[in-house]
């Protein structure tokens, strides 16, 4: 009898955005960016969400140990603002259009402080690029129409898409297909007042 090799899987810690008239208001937002004729590709919105620490591949047996590091993590449930939108790296080179999380931010960001040292005892390595709380809505793949998309985002710098209850940090599987990337739930910890 042979071991079993444990399986490997993407994954990333994140909350997700799962309110609906929040996401009506980002579906419209990125409506308003394919009109501008650039080449991007919008987020589906069961994909949209917060991510608090991308992992990478990892193996599954690795799945209760980072659970149990995210139970560690002290928070109660409290409200995000999500409001205007930006673009990585630099307003100049659109690679990635995002929203901006207003009131809450420093809350992600103390989550983000709290499992940090508990990912590197599980052997993780530090992001290179930092921690910067937003929400992904599209990726730019090409530089036609580049003055319209970045007029457009210009315009919508002050956007309001509204308040989002934050209870849950969930651990997520991603699993990359030609069609984009399918994310499922491995688990989850909630908090309730």
């Given at each position: 009898?042979?071991?079993?090799?444990?399986e490997i899987i993407r994954s990333f810690v994140a909350i997700d955005i799962d309110n609906e008239k929040i996401?009506?208001?980002?579906?419209?937002?990125?409506?308003?960016?394919?009109?501008?004729?650039?080449?991007?590709?919008?987020?589906?919105?069961?994909?949209?969400?917060?991510?608090?620490?991308?992992?990478?591949?990892?193996?599954?047996?690795?799945?209760?140990?980072?659970?149990?590091?995210?139970?560690?993590?002290?928070?109660?449930?409290?409200?995000?603002?999500?409001?205007?939108?930006?673009?990585?790296?630099?307003?100049?080179?659109?690679?990635?259009?995002?929203?901006?999380?207003?009131?809450?931010?420093?809350?992600?960001?103390?989550?983000?402080?709290?499992?940090?040292?508990?990912?590197?005892?599980?052997?993780?390595?530090?992001?290179?690029?930092?921690?910067?709380?937003?929400?992904?809505?599209?990726?730019?793949?090409?530089?036609?129409?580049?003055?319209?998309?970045?007029?457009?985002?210009?315009?919508?710098?002050?956007?309001?898409?509204?308040?989002?209850?934050?209870?849950?940090?969930?651990?997520?599987?991603?699993?990359?297909?030609?069609?984009?990337p399918i994310y499922s739930n491995l688990k989850e910890v909630c908090r309730s007042k």
């Open positions: 009898m042979g071991l079993e090799m444990p996401l009506s208001q980002l579906r419209d937002v990125q409506g308003k960016l394919i009109e501008t004729s650039a080449r991007i590709k919008s987020v589906t919105p069961e994909n949209i969400h917060i991510t608090i620490r991308f992992l990478g591949d990892i193996h599954t047996e690795m799945i209760d140990k980072i659970h149990s590091s995210m139970e560690k993590v002290s928070f109660t449930p409290f409200d995000v603002r999500i409001h205007g939108i930006g673009a990585f790296p630099t307003s100049k080179y659109v690679r990635v259009v995002w929203a901006g999380i207003q009131d809450g931010r420093k809350k992600i960001e103390a989550i983000f402080n709290q499992l940090e040292p508990q990912l590197r005892v599980l052997g993780f390595k530090p992001d290179s690029r930092g921690f910067s709380p937003h929400i992904t809505i599209s990726r730019v793949r090409a530089g036609q129409k580049k003055a319209e998309l970045i007029r457009c985002i210009k315009d919508l710098a002050n956007h309001e898409f509204g308040i989002l209850k934050v209870c849950c940090l969930k651990l997520k599987k991603s699993v990359l297909t030609s069609r984009g």
